[in-house]
């Protein structure tokens, strides 16, 4: 997602540096600046304005800890089963012919589609206590909705496309002379996917991994519906964040806001650093 | 040539768009009297929406109508109380206040949008009445019948959280009171410990807890759990939307829940409809009006309205009045560090007191 | 970005022999249970529950007043939206594929922010900012301007969590593109704006049409932050994703899953329709 500079020389000095440039240039930056700069700095300033032991003291509430250790755990949990799953589904659609094909690429994308609130609730219709599959899990004990799974399905489900797209394009574009290189000389095909296939795929697996870290960082529309909502249980960051909202405790909020938006940044920013140090020219996304 | 035909075709679907959702987004602010219809801004908790909605609201346009020769627009809100207060508070311009709790009210006078006299009068500023109950599955195969019963391990409890919903803690003190108040009958004193003790081993039954107390009986009307914790007009309602049965118990300890309703001044000092509003809480006090929330499932303010065939008023009833009042126990249940920050914080031990 | 597998070029090598299609077939069968356990069965089970009980209680559900109101204010927002970020997403990626300054790292970063951001914390924000006693609300009260509990603060909530959709797939084509058209464009004697009509805009336009379908998606689509700022007023503050969680809310099952329903399939439609497009057009495009 880095952007690095103009590709090619300029064939005339100046003229595409015209004067309207700069207007351009403020003009975006200034929606730029209004749009994004200033929520953040207003939410900084706001959380640390009662002083950093107020913030402290804010952040050490039990509740809030919980919170935030959960909503990490889960999005951890999340990330290792989606990295190997979203890789496995985007190998199996660029490399093995099955009938459907096209419908099931197609269809990769619907949780962009679908609004959050929409998720949670086909979710606990479909593996909720109501339907069957649901009422025999918690019967024995293997809970899924209104438990801690719930709330990894969900992010499951939103997180969905993220790693798949990622890595088919690179699939795609792959070069195979490598790897049929090694299958002739007599290698296993796990062997050549560990060793060959996996060095190119890893920077697209980890871009994937790392959007859907940050997105489920700040999931809330489909795990408040599937998640049970129990303190120090099932609440989530952005769960705990919205009940504080609502409860008039705006600087538990904005405290806890400020750690979960530092963490998603610090992974964006960690990935554009790869990037750009593995000269990874900006994919789309 | 095609594409420039399809991008014409494009532009011109996209004009339409642009005419029909512009309308919509009409700025509505600054509601109030235009021409011979007046306006009427409702801030209200999600449950009387059904009551309002439906029955109220179209009644008192009438009663406007006939009195005043004016018509009336409405605009309603419903969410949960806590949310719908902060909101008001907030600067939503809601002219009338109906919420589930005196606490939210107490809110907006505290904000300075509420006269502190809204209390004043003969109801104390209160338009309903109910009762905390436990609905139950048909035939009620858990045979549930009281709060002790929720603490049993082969029952699921539902119930909204009391963060994002004040109606909640109408459910948590009444089970909270109940605890508290056992030793009322022989004449002893409130048991905190009680209180707390019943408290904790409900709350371990629970499975979720919605945002408001709709979501939760929502949640238990999609086959969730075996009681859900709410007020007798919520599952009255629902036997009246539904058509389905919607049994309950009454527990024989149980909390009277009046609801209050306030006029929101800073609002009405905006919009200039501050005869309306008034009137509007007038209203919703008459016999008519009364008797269309007992349909609704609500319990009248005066007993002698009460619909027939609903249940007699349980033995040890009790109100907020009887807890020490809304401030006290705001303070001892729901300040952070209180009884109900203590049912999680402190729930390691209280298993290692084999309870 | 989607991506067309029916164009891979066939294998290179013969395929092998036996031993290994059971290997395939079994990977093949996990992914695709997976993809059904965890896609495609909610999505039929949300269909078919919107049409349990046949096409006209649908209709009739989303024709009610409420909803109908809730789907004109969701297009209006999602129409200001994402004329603010098309219009702000060329004009970004432009500067910062052709202009070098100073801080461009940072607005870089700063355009993926509402990436990162979760929808409460977006929603939160915008109260502070712009409520009633916010930064910036504070003067707007005073102007007789209402942003949040009014539909400007759920279009601005909006505009932000979409915020980097266009940007960030009209960057990495107008990147590859290069200057040199466009300077062959100025020798000749062509205007800036002139340029940027005829020689820019044309050749990111699907890297733009994806950035924008995107952002029509995710408008259509927005809750969380939306939940915060707009008060849900029926009928005047309430989209149709707050009428979803409302209609969950109010024993209105049947309008929430019809609601949700439109909405998913109209997002999905767009995606989809805008890949068969774009196909279509390389298709025709590739002789060249």
Redesign the interface.
């Known amino acids: 997602m880095a952007v690095a500079e103009p590709k090619g020389r300029s064939l005339v000095r100046g003229a595409s540096r015209p004067a309207g440039g700069l207007l351009l240039r403020s003009a975006s930056l200034s929606y730029l600046g209004v749009m994004v700069l200033l929520p953040l700095v207003a939410l900084g300033y706001e959380s640390t304005l009662p002083g950093t032991a107020a913030f402290l003291k804010a952040l050490s509430d039990p509740f809030a800890r919980h919170a935030l250790w959960l909503t990490f755990v889960t999005a951890a949990a999340m990330v290792v089963i989606n990295a190997v799953t979203g890789t496995a589904t985007a190998w199996v659609l660029v490399r093995y012919p099955f009938p459907g094909k096209g419908f099931v690429n197609a269809l990769i994308d619907l949780p962009f589609a679908v609004p959050t609130v929409v998720t949670g609730l086909m979710l606990v219709a479909l593996y909720g206590p109501t339907s069957v599959l649901g009422a025999f899990l918690d019967r024995n004990g293997w809970g899924i909705i209104y438990q801690k799974p719930g709330i990894i399905l969900a992010l499951l489900f939103v997180t969905y496309p993220f790693v798949v797209r990622s890595v088919q394009p690179v699939l795609l574009e792959m070069d195979r002379a490598e790897e049929e290189a090694a299958v002739t000389l007599g290698a296993s095909p796990f062997t050549v996917f560990r060793r060959i296939t996996l060095p190119t795929l890893w920077p697209a697996i980890l871009t994937g991994t790392a959007l859907s870290f940050s997105r489920a960082l700040g999931e809330f529309g489909s795990v408040v519906m599937v998640a049970g909502n129990r303190p120090l249980e099932t609440k989530t960051g952005p769960m705990y964040i919205f009940g504080e909202i609502e409860s008039g405790n705006r600087h538990g909020a904005m405290v806890v806001s400020v750690v979960l938006l530092a963490c998603s940044l610090g992974v964006l920013v960690v990935l554009n650093r790869l990037q750009r140090r593995g000269g990874e020219p900006g994919h789309g996304r | 040539m095609t594409r420039g035909g399809r991008s014409w075709g494009g532009a011109g679907l996209l004009a339409a768009l642009v005419l029909y959702a512009l309308p919509g987004c009409a700025p509505g602010f600054g509601a109030g009297t235009a021409g011979s219809t007046d306006t009427l801004t409702i801030g209200a908790y999600s449950v009387v929406r059904e009551a309002f909605h439906e029955a109220i609201l179209p009644a008192f346009a009438k009663h406007w109508k006939a009195t005043t020769g004016r018509s009336v627009r409405f605009e309603e809100s419903y969410a949960a109380s806590g949310a719908q207060s902060r909101a008001i508070a907030s600067g939503f311009d809601a002219d009338v206040a109906v919420l589930s709790l005196e606490g939210d009210v107490s809110r907006l006078v505290k904000a300075g949008l509420v006269k502190k006299s809204w209390k004043d009068g003969p109801h104390k500023g209160m338009i309903t009445r109910s009762l905390v109950v436990v609905g139950v599955r048909e035939g009620n195969p858990k045979h549930v019948r009281g709060w002790d019963d929720l603490a049993r391990p082969d029952v699921s409890v539902l119930y909204p959280d009391p963060k994002t919903s004040g109606g909640a803690r109408w459910n948590i003190n009444a089970i909270y009171g109940a605890g508290l108040l056992k030793d009322k009958p022989t004449g002893g004193k409130p048991d905190k410990q009680a209180g707390r003790d019943l408290l904790a081993r409900v709350q371990t039954r629970v499975v979720n807890m919605d945002a408001s107390g709709r979501q939760s009986m929502a949640t238990f009307e999609r086959g969730t759990g075996d009681a859900v914790v709410t007020y007798e007009n919520e599952l009255l309602l629902q036997r009246k939307m539904t058509g389905k049965e919607a049994p309950y118990v009454v527990p024989p300890a149980t909390l009277l829940i009046e609801g209050p309703a306030a006029v929101v001044d800073a609002s009405v000092a905006r919009h200039g409809n501050r005869e309306l509003a008034e009137a509007f809480l007038a209203f919703l006090r008459t016999e008519e009006a009364q008797r269309i929330l007992a349909s609704y499932g609500f319990r009248p303010l005066d007993p002698k309205l009460d619909p027939p065939g609903r249940d007699p008023l349980p033995p040890r009833l009790f109100t907020m009045a009887d807890l020490g009042g809304w401030t006290k126990v705001n303070a001892e249940v729901y300040d952070p560090g209180g009884v109900w920050d203590s049912l999680f914080t402190d729930r390691p031990k209280a298993a290692g007191r084999g309870r | ?6 164009t ?1 070029a066939p ?3 013969p395929r ?1 022999p036996t031993p ?1 299609a059971w ?2 077939r079994l ?2 069968a ?3 249970g ?2 059904a356990l ?6 039929l ?2 269909v078919r ?1 919107a049409f349990s009980g046949g096409l006209a209680p649908f209709w009739q559900a989303l024709s009610s007043p409420d909803a109908l ?1 809730a789907f ?2 969701t ?3 999602t ?2 939206a994402t004329a ?1 970020n098309t219009v ?1 997403g060329l ?2 990626a ?8 100073w801080g ?1 790292t940072l ?16 929603g ?6 712009y ?5 910036i ?1 504070r003067w707007l ?1 005073s102007a ?1 301007v ?1 942003v ?4 400007p603060g759920m ?2 909530a909006t ?2 969590v979409t ?1 980097p959709f266009v940007v ?2 009209v ?3 107008l ?2 593109f ?3 058209q ?3 464009s ?2 000749l004697g062509a205007g ?1 704006w002139t340029t940027f009509w005829r020689v820019t805009l044309p050749s990111v336009r699907w ?1 733009l049409a ?1 950035g924008v379908t ?1 952002t029509v ?2 408008s ?5 932050a939306l ?2 700022v707009s ?6 503050t309430q989209t149709a ?1 707050l009428y ?3 209609g ?4 209105n ?1 049947e309008g ?2 019809a609601a ?1 329903v439109l ?3 109209v ?2 439609v ?3 329709g805008m ?1 068969t497009l774009r196909k279509r057009v390389e298709a025709r495009e590739r002789p060249e």
């Open positions: 970005m989607a991506v067309d597998v029916a891979q294998p290179a090598v092998r290994n290997g395939r990977l093949t996990a992914v695709l997976w993809f965890l896609i495609l069965v909610p999505t089970a949300l529950g109101r004109r204010l297009i209006g927002i129409l200001v603010l702000f004009a970004f432009v500067v910062l594929v052709r202009h070098r300054f461009k607005a870089d970063g700063l355009v993926d922010l509402p990436f990162a951001v979760s929808p409460i914390i977006a939160l924000m915008l109260v502070i900012l409520g009633p006693q916010g930064w609300g009260e007789g209402r949040v509990y009014a539909w279009a601005l505009a932000f915020l960030r797939e960057v990495p084509v990147r590859e290069g200057v040199e466009e300077e062959v100025y020798t800036r890297g994806y995107l998606a995710r259509l689509g927005e809750f969380g939940l915060v008060g849900n007023i029926l009928g005047r994703t979803v969680h409302d969950i809310e109010s024993f099952t929430a899953y949700s909405l998913a399939g997002s999905f767009l995606l989809i890949e």
